[in-house]
């Protein structure tokens, strides 16, 4: 269980965030909405280790987590994407998927000139997975065609598919179905509740409102850097202050 | 003329080495290191000291291969986690710090006179030795390149956000390429003196930096065999260069100069026209079928 309690991080004399607080149960995708620049990139920069928060903790299965050393929080099984999609543009889909794998023997130089066998057997286990999450991104056909290649849409799939080699246990996703097509939103929200049925935590950060209520358990309003609302789609759907705030107009 | 022959075989092969090392900084991890002269400079300076103190050569061998690399991780300390901007500048530096201490510091390796270094004593021999020492560094370089260390360099390359957030450190990965590259180049450096029989801070200019670099571009940043054939091409054209002086009748002097006006030539042009070098990075495909 991954849980936030009363982060707050301010830049220069900006207040980014104040006092907030968050949980993202195993098993549940958690949304988190707000108009620009409300914090919610910011908070999942906090989670994802990019910032130090000025204040509060983030714990993950009541241990703290190494805040601020983005290495040392993804090794714990915290993975994220980003809103403009992170790829190594010049290698290849599947060069890209077996990258994601953890505690690679290949990447030891010991191992690499000194257990060659070791390595293969790695490699070959790393590249069945690959294809496997290849094919339930509907992205097998792409996997020798360079990554930056792709469209934006099939990018973003792709960072998803990346940090599944990892196994992670949260998975942070920062608007993932942005730009995307409505075909492939249909299958990223069939992909995340495969994702989340597995046990993984998900937090979500979405503009698109029906995405939102059909996918989240739990949604989060942030405004302003501080959490306005919590509850389930349909409560927050209803709250008046949510629809001053960022759906707009008054109902 | 077999004697040239086998001299211009022999200097490919070290410069390719230099090329290979600087390949794997730069070519593979992004690393803008334009010092890459340091390293070659101080296994130098080992093979040239430790002949002055009457030891066997083996010690200065020994001790050029282990200075090099822990030059290397001096260096990159203080780079830490600073923008590749300041590691261009510090390796710029650190160069150049080497080369003005031993001109200025006469006590050390002679300053500006230099030293002399026992010669091998068979042109054939040097000549396989450079060849043997091209091809193992050949071989490592493949062997990184290939692999998954190589893979998880490129992505560093790309992006070392996104390898940070794969759990990687970015610096490990870094302190590792350049251990590897500076030994390669360290061990270059010596055998070069032996070679040469004659060590001089005159030989280790921030142009023989440019020259290693521009072998890099030409050849292909990435691919081990474009920078090889990139070094072959610039270390013929260098020591043809007094052919064409013979022959054109212009003063040698002159012609050297040219010489480095032509590499810089070649640097602006394979920017513009062929970034990617002759011998571009290949695109590694694998077979997915079946699985």
């Given at each position: 269980m991954l849980t936030v309690s009363d982060v707050s991080i301010a830049f220069g004399g900006f207040q980014a965030l104040r006092g907030v607080s968050m949980v993202a149960r195993p098993g549940s995708i958690v949304g988190l909405v707000g108009p620009n620049g409300s914090g919610k990139s910011t908070l999942l920069n906090i989670v994802s280790g990019i910032y130090r928060p000025d204040a509060g903790k983030v714990r993950l299965n009541d241990k703290p987590l190494p805040?601020?050393?983005?290495?040392?929080?993804?090794?714990?099984?915290?993975?994220?994407?980003?809103?403009?999609?992170?790829?190594?543009?010049?290698l290849t889909v599947l060069q890209n998927m077996l990258v994601g794998a953890r505690d690679q023997p290949g990447e030891r130089l010991f191992d690499l000139f000194l257990r060659p066998g070791r390595v293969a057997a790695m490699e070959a286990d790393a590249l069945a997975r690959s294809v496997a999450i290849l094919k339930r991104l509907?992205?097998?056909?792409?996997?020798?065609?360079?990554?930056?290649n792709l469209s934006g849409g099939q990018q973003k799939l792709l960072t998803m598919g990346v940090l599944l080699m990892s196994d992670p246990q949260v998975l942070l996703l920062?608007?993932?179905?942005?730009?995307?097509?409505?075909?492939l939103i249909e299958q990223q929200v069939e992909f995340l509740r495969s994702l989340r049925d597995e046990g993984r935590a998900i937090v979500l950060i979405e503009h698109n409102m029906e995405m939102i209520s059909n996918v989240c358990d739990v949604v989060y309003v942030l405004d302003a850097g501080a959490v306005i609302a919590e509850g389930t789609p349909a409560e927050i759907r209803d709250n008046a202050e949510v629809i001053q705030s960022y759906l707009g107009q008054p109902a | 003329m077999i004697d040239f022959a086998i001299y211009a075989l022999t200097l490919v092969a070290i410069w390719s080495v230099m090329a290979i090392s600087l390949n794997i900084q730069f070519g593979m991890t992004g690393l803008v290191n334009f010092g890459q002269i340091l390293p070659f400079a101080i296994g130098a300076y080992a093979a040239a000291i430790g002949v002055q103190y009457d030891l066997p050569w083996w010690v200065g061998a020994v001790a050029g291969l282990v200075a090099a690399p822990i030059a290397g991780i001096l260096v990159i300390l203080p780079a830490?986690?600073?923008s590749q901007d300041y590691w261009a500048l510090i390796t710029l530096g650190a160069g150049e710090i080497f080369r003005l201490t031993m001109l200025n510091v006469p006590s050390?390796?002679?300053g500006a006179d230099g030293v002399t270094v026992s010669r091998l004593p068979d042109r054939t021999l040097a000549a396989g030795l450079a060849v043997a020492l091209c091809v193992v560094a050949y071989a490592v370089a493949q062997q990184i390149g290939n692999g998954p260390f190589g893979r998880m360099l490129r992505v560093i390359r790309e992006?070392?956000?996104?390898?940070?957030?794969?759990g990687r450190s970015?610096?490990?990965?870094?302190?590792?390429?350049?251990?590897?590259?500076?030994?390669?180049?360290?061990?270059?450096?010596?055998?070069?003196?032996h070679v040469i029989g004659y060590v001089a801070p005159t030989s280790f200019l921030v142009t023989d930096t440019f020259l290693v670099w521009t072998a890099v571009i030409l050849g292909g940043p990435g691919r081990n065999i474009g920078v090889v054939i990139g070094a072959a091409i610039l270390i013929l054209m260098s020591v043809s260069t007094r052919f064409l002086a013979e022959w054109s009748g212009l003063p040698s002097d002159l012609v050297a100069n040219l010489r480095l006006a032509v590499f810089g030539l070649i640097l602006v042009l394979m920017f513009l026209f062929r970034p990617a070098g002759l011998f571009p990075e290949t695109k590694r495909v694998q077979n997915v079928d079946g699985l």
């Open positions: 805040l601020g050393r983005i290495e040392a929080v993804a090794a714990r099984g915290i993975g994220r994407t980003f809103q403009v999609p992170r790829l190594a543009q010049r509907g992205l097998v056909e792409k996997a020798n065609d360079y990554a930056g920062d608007e993932p179905a942005a730009g995307v097509n409505p075909v | 830490g986690r600073s050390i390796a002679g992006d070392e956000t996104l390898a940070a957030t794969l970015p610096m490990s990965f870094r302190m590792r390429v350049t251990v590897v590259s500076w030994a390669m180049a360290g061990v270059a450096g010596v055998l070069y003196a």
